[in-house]
């Protein structure tokens, strides 16, 4: 072990009412997997994230790549690679997060698995290669993400094919989520820049298009139809998902 390895966290699990939740060494869970359906998007902040399906058109749902930014418990990991069929990178700095995923997380063999700084291999990342992005980088704090520049996001946008989407995990009632949000729309415009009603403990994910639009008021109904058709099994509540869009504004502005 290097002695960067050494200043990583422990990655720990605990188990209650039947689902088991990964730790960072702390107390905050990092992740959730129901035991007996592995394949159930527990989190509700996961399952928000996922409102990310919305900007695709239902027939190309599934098509190209996806990429998932922090493996955490994996839940998002399994649902791109198993119920989408896309093939699914994921990049993660902690080897112990990926030996607790592979263990007790049911991460799959057949998915990519990169051992790096996000931010490093976005730099060297094929421009224009993923279609579905999803950004949770958290540390054992919880308490923002570790990257959050706009160089992050200018990369993030960089390795978005034309129509890609990307859904990022904010907290939506700290201080940084403006700034967070800021940063986005800087890179992808503000008029590309989205986030969905957090949840009780204050995630919010924020959506941003590199090329695709959020469709009128009837086709956005028949997306979401379709996604909880499909997925509302696994925990998908897509119909819900259409009311709990706003498109992010800059401060100061009222029109949104």
Known sequence: ???DEEELPEATISESDGVRFLHLGSIWVQGA???RKPQQVELVYIQRMLASLLWLPSDEIGQGRALQLGLGAGA???FTH???HM???VVEINPRVVEV?????HLPAEVEVVLADAGAWLDAAEPQSIRLLHVDLYDQDAAAPVLD???FYAAC???LDDGGVMSVNLFGRDASFERSAERIAAVFGPGRVWSIQPTREGNTAVIAARGAALPRRDELAARAASIETRFGSLGLAARKWPRMIRPWAEPGDDTA
């Open 101 to 105: 995923g592979r263990h007790w997380f």
């Open 157 to 159: 946008h960089r390795v």
């Open 76 to 78: 998002i990991t399994r």
């Open 33 to 35: 997997m129901r035991i």
């Open 149 to 151: 520049d706009e160089a």
């Open 1 to 3: 072990m290097n002695d």
């Open 87 to 89: 093939p699914t990178t």
């Open 82 to 84: 198993k119920a989408l």
